[in-house]
């Protein structure tokens, strides 16, 4: 499968926007972790952090889990602007 890049050379949309929530939030990459696996996603310290510097794809699915425990909408987890 062919892994498409976004314009930006980074292999999804809202690895930044997930970042920058996680630290406003104070929570380290583990804490972020164990917080999407209690709301039902099944992903460790190491997947945040290939997430986070555009290392690895985010399912559309995923993101619902990262906006139920951000309190934000998918779209704000693709907000290219900020």
């Known amino acids: 499968m062919k892994l498409y890049r976004y314009m930006d050379g980074n292999a999804n949309a809202s690895g930044r926007k997930i970042k920058e929530l996680r ?11 164990a917080k999407v ?16 510097t555009g290392d ?3 399912p559309d699915f995923e993101l619902l889990f990262f906006s139920e ?7 704000a ?3 290219k602007d900020t």
């Open 23 to 33: 630290e406003a939030a104070g929570l380290s990459q583990e804490q972020l972790a």
């Open 37 to 52: 696996q209690l709301v039902g996603l099944n992903l460790n310290q190491k997947a945040i952090s290939r997430i986070e």
């Open 56 to 58: 690895r794809v985010v």
């Open 69 to 75: 425990v951000f309190g934000v909408s998918v779209e």
């Open 77 to 79: 987890l693709l907000d």
